[in-house]
Each structure stands twice: as structure tokens, then as C-alpha cells.
């Protein structure tokens, strides 16, 4: 699976649980990203090869027609399709939801037997955040 994503130095991409920041931006296509372990990568622009930046996660400089604001870098990863690839901000967000959805799944199993008035509220609240997990997964495609 490829993604092209326009980030400013700072931000954070999540590929499964792992991540790569961007740590300095110095044009659309030049570009120095590290991952968790503190390797960095530089990237000197769309003619360069892809460089592994985590096993089987490769990273280029992205090449598109319209020009990026600002400082931004276009990176353009590749990476299995079973990967999920997000922004820091969505990454949070899923997490906290697959963490809602663990502590209720876990007071459910030790309360042995809810309430019926109760035991609907929570299945209703299951399957919301359960769908929004899948949302997010998916690109945050509605």
C-alpha cells in the first residue's frame, strides 16, 4: 500500500504501533525523518530510492502536481497493505477508543451479569465505538 502525506518537521506517522517523525524539513522533496529507535533518514529528493525506515516500511519523497504550503514535505510511504498508516492525531484517537472498548469488554466479564437496562446501553456503546475504530482504520472514510 502507498500513501503520500504532506507533514511539517515535528509530526509523527504511525505505521501499525510503530512511528517515524519528520524532524527537519528543508523543501516539498528534502526531508530528515527518524524512527523510534533514533535512526534517520535523509531523503534529498523525489529521484532518490526508498529507504526502509522500519522493516518492510519504505519511505520516498512523494511527487504530486499541486504545490504544499508552507514547509511541508510530501513522504511517500509504502508499506503491506495489513499496516494501518495514520497521523499522530487519528493514532490517539484509535487507541483510546480499542482502550474504551478493553476496560468495558473487562467491567462487563467481572460484573458476571448486567442489569438488561444497563447491559443494552453498553452493547449500544460497544458497537459506536467499535464502528468508529473501524472508520479510523480505514482512512477516516465515512
Known amino acids: ?9 515535528g509530526e509523527k506517522i504511525y505505521i501499525a504501533d510503530d512511528w517515524i517523525r519528520v524532524v527537519k524539513v528543508t523543501g516539498p ?19 532518490d530510492q526508498p529507504q526502509e525506515v522500519l ?11 499541486s504545490d504544499m504550503p508552507g514547509r511541508a514535505a510530501r513522504v511517500f510511504i509504502t508499506a503491506p ?13 484509535l487507541t483510546l477508543y480499542e482502550d474504551s472498548v478493553n476496560a468495558i469488554e473487562g467491567l462487563l466479564e467481572m460484573m458476571a451479569m448486567p442489569a438488561a437496562e444497563i447491559e443494552a446501553d453498553v452493547n ?5 465505538l467499535k464502528d468508529e475504530i473501524k472508520l479510523l ?6
Request: aromatic share 6%.
Open 55 to 65: 522493516p518492510e516500511v519504505f519511505v520516498s519523497a512523494g511527487v504530486i502536481r
Open 29 to 47: 522533496h528534502n526531508f530528515v525523518l527518524e524512527n523510534e529507535d533514533g535512526t534517520a533518514y535523509t531523503i534529498k529528493g523525489a529521484q
Open 81 to 93: 497493505k495489513e499496516m494501518q498508516i495514520l497521523r499522530q492525531g487519528p493514532y490517539q484517537t
Open 124 to 128: 449500544e456503546l460497544l458497537t459506536e
Open 1 to 9: 500500500m502507498g500513501l503520500i502525506l504532506g507533514v511539517k518537521a
Open 137 to 142: 482504520t480505514r482512512g477516516g472514510k465515512r
